[in-house]
């Protein structure tokens, strides 16, 4: 038994069964056996990859998005381009190194802000960006931000984001718990919680007995601070997760480790603990603000910024075998079987334009 289930398992001995985000929280982010505090998830020898990882074409992608949308605001200066939850730097490298070709003044005028709660991540993504000619600064907090425009992104960030669950039991949804078995076993249980019916998707009505539905209020509330920063400063948002535009009933809580699905109650700490995104629930948190919300699929926006193309002028003068990578590249990035349909974008803009 790992250190981190010994904790959980005596945790539920002491106060009873937790719920599912709480249990999430403890896996993911427990500041002596938490995934993200101990371990190093990302990349061929972790246990998943994304997409800056993938190709530099995302990065560039992105940060062409982000320059143009601060070109729309009027280029203002100063200004904060930051990313929230960076991985290991790998996006803000290849966006510093992009907006240095385009505009040389915007590196020089602005300030760059990464936004990260693990200590232990922060530092390996200050090994990635050391040596950059820019004026980088670590923050634990969106609040922590200069007060001036805004332009950020989020990419595989609200999927880490903890959930709750709740499982349709006789006339009522029942909040979905961890608790214990045989031999301190963890196990999902039915507990004496319930959720208001309306706060539920439409088809949540017909739902048959045992469905699982999902709520994220830790989401949405991290989205309308957000949104609240850029209504009430100026700029942009772009972010990007595996999930679905449209709500809907079913589990999607996993667990990944080794690049492989696992049980999500088998080794607490050991393997990373996501959820689809519920993009829909996430744009009502923005529109109050008075921003404008656009979703589509990580496809069609890689596509639409010029995917094709930037690969044809990487490819232009390479050899063979590095044109089947880039050519591999983009059928990951954008394909319709891999991350081109499972991985939604969402663009947040001022009310009065779009991009």
Not at 222 to 246: E, K, N, P, T, W
Not at 316 to 326: G, L, M, P, Y
Request: proline share 6%; glycine share 10%.
């Amino acid at each position: 038994m790992t250190r981190l289930k010994e904790r959980i398992v005596d945790l539920i001995e002491a106060v009873g069964p937790m719920p599912v985000d709480e249990y999430m929280a403890l896996c993911l982010f427990d500041p002596q056996n938490g995934y993200y505090t101990t371990r190093e998830p990302f990349g061929a020898a972790g246990d998943f990859i994304t997409a800056p990882e993938i190709s530099q074409m995302f990065g560039e992608l992105v940060a062409v998005w982000l320059y143009q949308a601060w070109q729309a605001a009027g280029r203002p200066l100063p200004a904060t381009f930051a990313e929230i939850g960076p991985g290991r730097g790998t996006l803000m490298k290849d966006m510093l190194r992009t907006w240095s070709r385009l505009d040389p003044a915007l590196v020089a005028g602005a300030s760059f802000a990464m936004i990260e709660t693990s200590p232990r991540l922060a530092e390996i993504q200050k090994q990635t960006l050391a040596g950059q000619n820019a004026a980088l600064a670590w923050h634990q907090t969106i609040d922590a931000l200069p007060r001036q425009p805004l332009l950020i992104v989020g990419n595989e960030l609200f999927d880490a984001v903890p959930i709750r669950q709740f499982v349709h039991v006789g006339e009522r949804w029942r909040e979905r718990m961890v608790g214990l078995g045989d031999n301190d076993e963890l196990r999902f249980f039915a507990g004496a919680g319930s959720l208001d019916p309306t706060l539920l998707p439409e088809d949540a009505s017909g739902a048959p007995e045992g469905a699982i539905a999902e709520v994220a209020p830790a989401r949405v509330a991290l989205m309308s601070v957000i949104a609240g920063r850029i209504a009430a400063q100026g700029g942009a948002g772009l972010f990007i997760d595996y999930g679905h535009l449209q709500p809907g009933i079913g589990d999607t809580l996993q667990a990944l480790r080794r690049h492989r699905h696992e049980d999500v109650l088998a080794g607490p700490g050991e393997a990373d603990l996501t959820s689809h995104v519920d993009f829909a629930a996430l744009a009502t948190a923005v529109r109050p603000h008075g921003l404008r919300v656009e979703m589509t699929t990580q496809g069609e926006f890689l596509l639409g910024m010029g995917l094709i193309e930037r690969a044809g002028a990487l490819g232009a003068n390479a050899d063979e075998q590095a044109r089947q990578t880039i050519s591999d590249a983009v059928e990951r990035l954008a394909g319709p079987d891999a991350m081109g349909e499972l991985f939604k974008v969402m663009k947040i803009l001022p009310a009065a334009r779009a991009a």
